[in-house]
């Protein structure tokens, strides 16, 4: 594309315009249905992890010696043997309850975890509990309003 105008602002406008009137393109590709997302967890003992999330309520099952699926009705996450600290210390995961106050009675007494937790906290949009997991990811664990 060509412009050639001795005004600063028009140019710019004008390319704005040009960009504005290309996006209908964008419009007919073809996109990606998703289904679903799924995290891979890192852990620092992979027994360790797996029997923390069990206890959390998911239901894990083995799918190779390396790898675990975690469980809980439609949402799941992948229990893999591998860790980086980095990694695993800046990971964090939602995960969305309907009762705040039952999960945290739950997580309260979960023992034989290398893991801490702080109350649960208002918020504007809800309440939330966070729990760091035995490898350090950090759990929200949240009830919507």
Request: aromatic share 12%; hydrophobic share 40%.
């Amino acid at each position: 594309m060509t412009i050639v105008q001795k005004n600063e602002n028009l140019i710019e406008v004008t390319f704005i315009n040009k960009l504005l009137s290309l996006s209908h393109l964008n419009n007919k590709r073809k996109t990606m249905k998703i289904d679903d997302i799924r995290v891979f967890v890192p852990c620092k003992n992979y027994q360790q992890s797996c029997a923390f999330y069990q206890a959390m309520g998911f239901n894990v099952e083995q799918a190779s010696a390396d790898l675990s699926i975690a469980t809980s009705g439609e949402c799941s996450v992948f229990i893999q043997r591998y860790y980086n600290q980095e990694f695993a210390e800046n990971l964090m995961l939602q995960v969305c309850v309907l009762n705040i106050n039952e999960a945290f009675d739950i997580i309260s007494k979960l023992a034989n975890f290398d893991i801490r937790f702080e109350g649960i906290k208002q918020e504007p949009w809800g309440k939330v509990i966070y729990l760091w997991g035995p490898s350090g990811e950090l759990l929200h664990v949240t009830e919507f309003n």
